[in-house]
Nanobody, 125 residues
Framework: QVQLVESGGGLVQAGGSLRLSCAAS????????MGWFRQAPGKEREFVAA????????SYADSVKGRFTMSRDNAKNAVYLQMNSLKPEDTGVYYC??????????????????WGQGTQVTVSS
């Protein structure tokens, strides 16, 4: 049974930083690309970042480029999202997701097979 468990969310002031983690189990982690998505209150879930199976390629939403960095540790079956210079509009529930890697990074949530339960990030102004 595949499980993705996010952690590291919390309340932070604007301009601050948070590091999210996602621990994966029940899958051959090094064969999966991973993504981070977020959902703000009253809005649809949106793409944040994605990383290839090896970690050699990443993709980011324009809204987070230069502020967020996604990484992975295949030895620990984990992915991370380092979030710097946080803004109130970054507030939301952050989800990690997994899909078998086929050479392309996807920003569409429909492309991902497995999802975590999410972790809340709140950025105060």
């Amino acid at each position: 049974q595949v499980q993705l468990v996010e952690s590291g969310g919390g309340l932070v002031q604007a301009g601050g930083s948070l590091r999210l983690s996602c621990a994966a189990s029940g899958l051959t982690f090094s064969s999966y690309s991973m993504g981070w998505f977020r959902q703000a209150p009253g809005k649809e879930r949106e793409f944040v970042a994605a990383i290839s199976a090896s970690g050699g390629s990443t993709s980011y939403a324009d809204s987070v480029k230069g502020r967020f960095t996604m990484s992975r540790d295949n030895a620990k079956n984990a992915v991370y999202l380092q979030m710097n210079s946080l803004k109130p509009e970054d507030t939301g529930v952050y989800y990690c997701a997994a899909r078998v890697y086929g050479g392309t990074l996807y920003s569409s949530q429909s492309e991902y097979q497995y999802w975590g339960q999410g972790t809340q990030v709140t950025v105060s102004s």
